[in-house]
């Protein structure tokens, strides 16, 4: 079992900057990849940017050279920095993280944070 507490949203102007973050505690040695959801009302949940246990990274087309995601191994956290913030980025972010045991996948979910971006 793997247990995501997040912190950081809130809410800011267009423009304006956030840093969002990710505890993991409990299994976090089958971590595998870790990552940023959000959902817009109204919307899909989607991939915002995910973190591999090998340092690869992968973003969304829409937040490429504002968002940086970056982990901390001695803290379990990862993180996403947001620059340049726009409206349309206001959702639910949600941390998200893979782990593997044997055979078996398994997905993990934060509660969420409310990142609100006023125009």
């Known amino acids: 079992q793997v247990q995501l507490v997040e912190s950081g949203g809130g809410l800011v102007q267009a423009g304006g900057s956030l840093r969002l973050s990710c505890a993991a505690s409990?299994?976090?040695?089958?971590?595998?990849?870790m990552g940023w959801y959000r959902q817009a009302p109204g919307k899909q949940r989607e991939l915002v940017a995910a973190?591999?246990?090998?340092?690869?990274?992968n973003y969304a087309d829409s937040v490429k050279g504002r968002f940086t995601i970056s982990g901390d191994n001695a803290k379990n956290t990862v993180y996403l920095q947001m620059n340049s913030l726009k409206p349309e980025d206001t959702a639910v972010y949600y941390c998200n993280a893979v782990s593997v045991d044997g055979i078996f996948t398994y997905d993990y979910w934060g509660q969420g944070t409310q990142v609100t971006v006023s125009s």
């Open positions: 973190l591999t246990s090998g340092g690869r990274t």
């Open positions: 409990g299994s976090t040695f089958s971590i595998k990849a």
